[in-house]
């Protein structure tokens, strides 16, 4: 994929100073849809949450760890589709707005979620680790197993959402990088490859040193090259940088699928080789979902069921720990995953659905017409709003 999106740097400007492909060479395409909503990127989300679920419940073979890495690329890729949207749609990005749909998207339910674990906590009299919890609630969660004042055993309930800390940080810092080279996207885009491969590298030099192992599981730094890597398919796409290859190739969705299970097979977790593997694959995969969505192999992504999960998955991510504290004549996998499914749904449409009608209202608003020449059909349509774990929903 990084060949292909490498290859054929040549740009030339708009009027506007916005650098473009070059496509008289044929060698690369866009993805389109029809609508405002991105094809299969819920079936996708439901898909990674449930793989967490019943990760954590004991299904080894669903492999957590990568549909964390999953739902990473996904957020890279919608967040910058979200931006690159608006820019299209207004001539600018609102970072104001961009935050004020960041919070209404992802605060309320979490908080509820952290608010409902603290009160279980004391009606069972069990304690609470408060600096814990103060590590979760201020999304530093996947630092603060680096102090030694927070060096307490994990708390399976809240243990998981060191993948939302991450996804924080990434909205912090993303939204101003993307604002300052908006008009230079190639350039954008190179910076994009150097830092994934900056933190290959630096992976290596951390596991070559033996440092601290939580260091290198939760710090942004060892895991954001999934995140950029969503970014780098977002702009690729926008700039008609796709590889013809990912797109019309029918194998290269399998070969992607071959070797994500493969890794699974084998155990591959190691930061060294499966972290720098998996969210390339996942981002092939990602491609032909959207290019292939009413294929045989990809058009279950958009049946009820799976689109259902998509939609409910930032809460069921946040809440299926929960079901440890089932009966455990109870605890099969049926039970434990309708249950966690149940509590999702009731977060869903209690806290998540109202906000998401007031995150609306902050939704840009095109300020001149603007059908942008580099990105073909895909910049005139808005994404299925939705983060990371691990994240989160399409509705962004």
Same mark, same amino acid.
């Given at each position: 994929?990084?060949?292909?999106i490498?290859?054929?740097?040549?740009?030339?400007?708009?009027p506007?100073?916005?650098?473009?492909?070059?496509?008289?060479?044929?060698?690369?395409?866009?993805?389109?849809?029809?609508?405002?909503?991105?094809?299969?990127?819920?079936?996708?989300?439901?898909?990674?949450?449930?793989?967490?679920?019943?990760?954590?419940?004991?299904?080894?073979?669903?492999?957590?760890?990568?549909?964390?890495?999953?739902?990473?690329?996904?957020?890279?890729?919608?967040?910058?589709h979200?931006?690159?949207?608006?820019?299209?749609?207004?001539?600018?990005?609102?970072?104001?707005?961009?935050?004020?749909?960041?919070?209404?998207?992802?605060?309320?339910?979490?908080? +509820?979620?952290? =608010?409902?674990?603290?009160?279980?906590?004391? !009606?069972?009299?069990?304690?609470? *680790? &408060?600096?814990? @919890?103060? $590590?979760?609630?201020?999304?530093?969660?996947?630092?603060?197993?680096?102090?030694?004042?927070?060096?307490?055993?994990?708390?399976?309930?809240?243990?998981h959402?060191?993948?939302?800390?991450?996804?924080?940080?990434?909205?912090?810092?993303?939204?101003f990088?993307?604002?300052?080279?908006?008009?230079?996207?190639?350039?954008?885009?190179?910076?994009?490859?150097?830092?994934?491969?900056?933190?290959?590298?630096?992976?290596?030099?951390?596991?070559?040193?033996?440092?601290?192992?939580?260091?290198?599981?939760?710090?942004?730094?060892?895991?954001?090259?999934?995140?950029?890597?969503? +970014?780098?398919? =977002?702009?690729?796409?926008?700039?008609?940088? !796709?590889?013809?290859?990912?797109? *019309? &190739?029918?194998? @290269?969705? $399998?070969?992607?699928?071959?070797?994500?299970?493969?890794?699974?097979?084998?155990?591959?977790?190691?930061?060294?080789?499966?972290?720098?593997?998996?969210?390339?694959a996942?981002a092939?995969?990602?491609?032909?979902?959207?290019?292939?969505?009413?294929?045989?192999?990809?058009?279950?992504?958009?049946?009820?069921?799976?689109?259902?999960l998509?939609?409910?998955?930032?809460?069921?991510?946040?809440?299926?720990?929960?079901?440890?504290?089932?009966?455990?004549?109870?605890?099969?996998?049926?039970?434990?995953?309708?249950?966690?499914?149940?509590?999702?749904?009731?977060?869903?449409?209690?806290?998540?659905?109202?906000?998401?009608?007031?995150?609306?209202?902050?939704?840009?608003?095109?300020?001149?017409?603007?059908?942008?020449?580099?990105?073909?059909?895909?910049?005139?349509?808005?994404?299925?709003?939705?983060?990371?774990?691990?994240?989160?929903?399409?509705?962004?």
């Open positions: 994929m990084f060949a292909g490498c290859y054929h740097w040549g740009t030339v400007a708009d506007a100073g916005v650098e473009i492909a070059d496509e008289s060479s044929g060698r690369n395409r866009s993805l389109s849809w029809p609508g405002k909503e991105i094809p299969s990127l819920y079936g996708i989300r439901g898909v990674a949450a449930l793989a967490v679920v019943l990760s954590h419940i004991g299904v080894s073979a669903s492999n957590g760890p990568y549909a964390v890495i999953c739902f990473f690329v996904l957020s890279g890729f919608l967040i910058t979200l931006l690159l949207s608006e820019r299209d749609k207004t001539g600018d990005v609102s970072l104001r707005r961009f935050y004020l749909r960041r919070t209404l998207r992802i605060l309320p339910a979490f908080y +509820c979620y952290a =608010a409902v674990y603290v009160i279980l906590r004391l !009606i069972d009299k069990y304690p609470v *680790d &408060w600096l814990f @919890v103060l $590590g979760r609630v201020t999304y530093t969660a996947n630092f603060t197993p680096l102090l030694p004042l927070f060096s307490g055993p994990r708390i399976p309930t809240m243990g959402t060191w993948s939302l800390a991450i996804e924080e940080q990434f909205y912090l810092l993303w939204p990088i993307f604002a300052a080279f908006a008009l230079k996207r190639g350039k954008l885009m190179k910076g994009l490859i150097v830092a994934i491969v900056a933190v290959w590298t630096y992976r290596w030099v951390v596991l070559s040193l033996n440092l601290n192992d939580n260091y290198i599981l939760y710090a942004f730094e060892t895991r954001a090259d999934a995140l950029a890597v969503g +970014c780098l398919v =977002a702009i690729a796409n926008h700039e008609n940088r !796709i590889p013809r290859w990912l797109i *019309d &190739w029918k194998w @290269v969705g $399998g070969v992607a699928l071959a070797i994500i299970c493969f890794c699974s097979a084998i155990n591959l977790n190691q930061p060294r080789y499966a972290w720098a593997i998996i969210p390339l996942c092939v995969l990602i491609i032909r979902s959207i290019a292939h969505s009413q294929s045989r192999w990809y058009s279950w992504l958009e049946f009820r069921p799976m689109r259902a998509g939609i409910i998955s930032y809460s069921l991510y946040l809440y299926h720990p929960f079901v440890i504290h089932l009966p455990p004549a109870i605890r099969t996998v049926p039970v434990e995953v309708a249950f966690a499914i149940l509590l999702a749904t009731g977060s869903y449409v209690i806290v998540e659905r109202p906000f998401l009608a007031l995150k609306d209202r902050f939704s840009p608003v095109p300020v001149r017409p603007h059908t942008s020449p580099q990105s073909g059909c895909l910049a005139e349509h808005v994404a299925a709003d939705g983060p990371v774990p691990p994240v989160p929903v399409p509705n962004t």
